[in-house]
């Protein structure tokens, strides 16, 4: 497995307005944007190239995974070693490169979007807005499924059954422990109509046919070419997967979200918890 697409050409319309000039993609969690703790995570599965799917406007993407030899010269010769490491790493964990989708035509037009770039082998999908923490990456565990069962993989998490209306939901049977086989996908059923609680979230890996499957899908709601129905498709071509994956994921997609995030991840690293914690105790009760 050596490629992963990370679709990044949405609005960020929930971010406005600093989402009108800062991509969502580059918005910090700490000291590193989203996109950078996907691109690392790919990097840790042993994923050698990235390809960012981008729209107009999105061009500091771009700029933030190219090198800067001026800042690199100037922090240099400032002996801010440490500093230097971090911003090389923005260009240097993996093989960035870019697509662009010419209109917004939903996710699993972003996706075939990158065809080309793929080529004919399996590959990953990670969206940017789901962060994923735990010590072993999510790419890799769903790896390790790919390469037992065969068939696409797709992750997922129980929810609440209240909840089950705001994700797609996979209908399947267990296989092994937190592996399961998927029967269907259920795109925001109602809770009494769902399946089951297990709600897809932003990793797959894909056999390449997902690409015909995409070929093949009509326009769904808004005229967008949905990621499930694809994925539907592909299900009568052969075994698909889901994967009960260990980690806490976070939308990174509101900005509770990502408020969220950045407390509970500066709580997790051993360079930032007592500064996060001291920060917390200094907060004022509420009135």
Known sequence: MRKAVIPAGGLGTRFLPASKVVPKELLPILD???????????????????????????????????????????????????????????????????????????LGHAVLTARDAVGDEPFVVMLPDDVIWHSESVTRQMLGVFREYGGSVVAVEEVPTEAVSAYGVVDSVPVAEQVYRVRGLVEKPAPQEAPSNLAVVGRY???????????????????????????????????????????????????????????EIGLKRGDTRDGVRQALRDLPSSP
């Open 205 to 263: 890996v894909f056999t390449p046919d997902i690409f015909d499957c995409l070929e093949r899908t009509p326009p769904g709601a808004k005229g967008e070419v949905q990621l499930t129905d694809g994925m539907a498709l592909q299900l009568e071509n052969g075994p698909m997967f889901a994967y009960r994956f260990h980690g806490a994921r976070y939308d990174g997609g509101t900005p509770m979200g990502l408020l969220r995030a950045a407390l």
């Open 32 to 106: 590193k944007p989203m996109i950078q703790y996907q691109v690392e995570e790919a990097a840790a599965a042993g994923i050698e190239d990235v390809i960012v799917v981008t729209s107009e406007g999105k061009e500091a993407l771009e700029r933030y995974f190219a090198r800067d030899p001026a800042l690199e010269s100037h922090l240099s010769r400032s002996g801010a070693a440490g500093l230097l490491d971090q911003v090389r790493r923005t260009w240097s964990t993996a093989r960035v490169s870019f697509v662009r989708q010419e209109r917004p035509l939903g």
